[in-house]
C-alpha cells in the first residue's frame, strides 16, 4: 500500500528520502564524532584492566545516544529545534545559540551531501530492496570516509557489519551471485593483506591499516570479485595523484600517513553504481572479464 502511494504521488518518494537521509546525516555526524572517542575510552579501560592499573571514572560514559549533543564550548546541550538538519545551522548562521562560537560547516555539509547521494541512488534504483541496500552501503561509506580522514581508522563496528551486509543481500542475488560475493570478499581482503607484508618485507614499514583490507573485503561483498580490479585502480590511482599533491603544494613530507580508506570507498561507490558504463568507456578494463 506505501508502495502504491509512492507511486502515484511522483514528488513524495524523493521528498521522504531526502527528508530521511538529512536526518539519517545528522546521525552520521554524531557516529563520526563519537565513536572513535568511544573506541579509544574502551582501548584506555582494556590497558587499565590488563596493566592493573586503577582507571579515572567518568561521569557518565559517552554512547552514540547519551549524553544528549551540546555545545564544545559552553556545554549547553542543543536543543531540538536548534537541531534540524541544515535549516537550523542556517537560522543560527551556524552559530551556538548560547554562546556565539561557530560552529563548523563540515556538519550541514556532511547532512546535504548524505540526501544528495541518496537521491541519485533513488535515481538509479527502484523502490526495493536494491535501494534499501544501496542506502545503507552509501551512508555507512559516509560514515567511514570521515572517521578516517579524521583518525585514520576504519572502526570494526562499521566494515564488519558492512560486510555481513552485502552477503546477506547477495543471498538473493540483490546486486551479485552469493558466489560471487563470497569470492569478492575473501579475495578483497587477500589482495590488500597481501599487498601489506610484501610492503613491510621490502620496506619494513606498514603501508596500511588492518582495516583498509576489510573495507576492500566489504565492497567485495557487495559487488562480487569481478568488480575489485576497478576498485584497486581507481582508489591507487586518485590515491597517488592526491599525495603527489600534497607533497607538492602542502610539501608534506613522505613520512606523513595518508588515509587510503576514503579512496577505497569512492572507487566502490562508483564502481557499485557505474561499472557497466566505466567499463564501456575504458575497455582495458574488460580484459579482466575476458
Known amino acids: 500500500m506505501i508502495i502504491d502511494t509512492f507511486n502515484q504521488v511522483g514528488w513524495l518518494l524523493p521528498l521522504t528520502l531526502i527528508t530521511l537521509s538529512l536526518c539519517v546525516g545528522s546521525f552520521l555526524n554524531v557516529v563520526i564524532y563519537r565513536l572513535p572517542v568511544m573506541m579509544e575510552a574502551r582501548w584506555r579501560s582494556n590497558c587499565c584492566e590488563l596493566l592493573e592499573i586503577e582507571q579515572e571514572k567518568q ?151 588492518y582495516g583498509d583490507f576489510k573495507l576492500l573485503a566489504a565492497l567485495g561483498a557487495w559487488m562480487g570479485w569481478e568488480s575489485l580490479h576497478m576498485i584497486i585502480l581507481m582508489s591507487s590511482l586518485v590515491g597517488a595523484v592526491v599525495g603527489i599533491a600534497l607533497l607538492i603544494v602542502k610539501r608534506q613530507g613522505k613520512d606523513v600517513p595518508i588515509p587510503f580508506g576514503p579512496y577505497l570507498a569512492a572507487a566502490g561507490w562508483i564502481t557499485f553504481l557505474w561499472a557497466g558504463p566505466i567499463m564501456q568507456a575504458v575497455p582495458l578494463l574488460n580484459l579482466w572479464q575476458q
Not at 548562521?93 to 556538519?107: D, F, H, M, W
Not at 547521494?117 to 570516509?145: E, N
Request: aromatic share 12%.
Open 59 to 209: 561521569d557518565q560514559p559517552l554512547s552514540l545516544a547519551f549524553p544528549n549533543s551540546h555545545c564544545p564550548r559552553c556545554n549547553t546541550p542543543i536543543k531540538p529545534w536548534h537541531n534540524v538538519p541544515v535549516i537550523s545551522y542556517l537560522l543560527l548562521r551556524g552559530k551556538c545559540a548560547q554562546c556565539a562560537v561557530s560552529i563548523s560547516p563540515r556538519y550541514p555539509l556532511i547532512e546535504v551531501t548524505t540526501a544528495a547521494l541518496s537521491v541519485v541512488l533513488l535515481w538509479h534504483f527502484a523502490l526495493g530492496p536494491a535501494l534499501l541496500g544501496a542506502l545503507l552501503f552509501t551512508w555507512a561509506l559516509i560514515a567511514l570516509t570521515m572517521i578516517d580522514v579524521d583518525h585514520q581508522l576504519l572502526p570494526d563496528e562499521i566494515t564488519l557489519p558492512l560486510l555481513w551486509a552485502g552477503l546477506l543481500f547477495n543471498s538473493q542475488a540483490v546486486y551479485v551471485g552469493l558466489e560471487s560475493a563470497v569470492l569478492g570478499a575473501v579475495f578483497g581482503y587477500l589482495i590488500l593483506w597481501s599487498v601489506y607484508w610484501l610492503f613491510k618485507l621490502v620496506t619494513g614499514k606498514e603501508g596500511m591499516g
